[in-house]
């Protein structure tokens, strides 16, 4: 009988547990930094292009339609955000597609079309993050 209820118990205590560990987790969504890192990673290897003046038109393209069609996920990542932030999704937007459009085929033309897109990185992280 003891052996019983010490199962029952070990059960018992094993699901309180379980669901307070599933609480936990389900705070901390995921997707918002998700959304980041990969804009992280397609700015990051562009970068590195720059530095190490390997810059190829078919790589810059493929990197900068990336990060276009990830900056689309920025507003939904982060439910209840101010208009503030908004526009500064919507500007990263629009300097993404002007980078895609300008389709930068050296070093030089991959540079300038980063600058702008860079400096918004920065105008909402030091407002927001
Ligand atoms: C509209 C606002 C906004 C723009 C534009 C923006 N970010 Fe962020 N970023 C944030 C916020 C807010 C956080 C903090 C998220 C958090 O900690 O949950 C953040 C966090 C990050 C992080 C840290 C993620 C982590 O795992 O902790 C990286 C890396 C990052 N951003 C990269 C970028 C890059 C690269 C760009 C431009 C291509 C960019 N961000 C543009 C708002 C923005």
Do not use: W
Request: charged share 15%; net charge positive; hydrophobic share 45%.
């Amino acid at each position: 009988m003891r052996a019983v209820l010490l199962i029952v118990l070990g059960l018992a205590i094993g699901i309180v547990g379980t669901v307070f560990a599933m609480n936990a987790l389900n705070q901390r969504n995921p997707f918002p930094r998700a959304v980041m890192d990969v804009m992280a990673h397609h700015s990051g290897a562009l970068r590195n292009a720059v530095k190490g003046q390997r810059c190829e038109a078919a790589a810059n393209s493929e990197h900068l339609q990336r990060l276009l069609s990830t900056s689309s996920d920025i507003v939904p990542a982060f439910p209840g955000v101010d208009q503030g932030f908004i526009d500064e999704a919507n500007q990263l937007h629009t300097r993404l597609q002007a980078a895609v459009h300008a389709a930068p085929a050296d070093c030089a033309a991959l540079a300038a079309a980063l600058k702008p897109v860079g400096e918004t990185c920065q105008s909402c992280h030091q407002k927001y993050r």
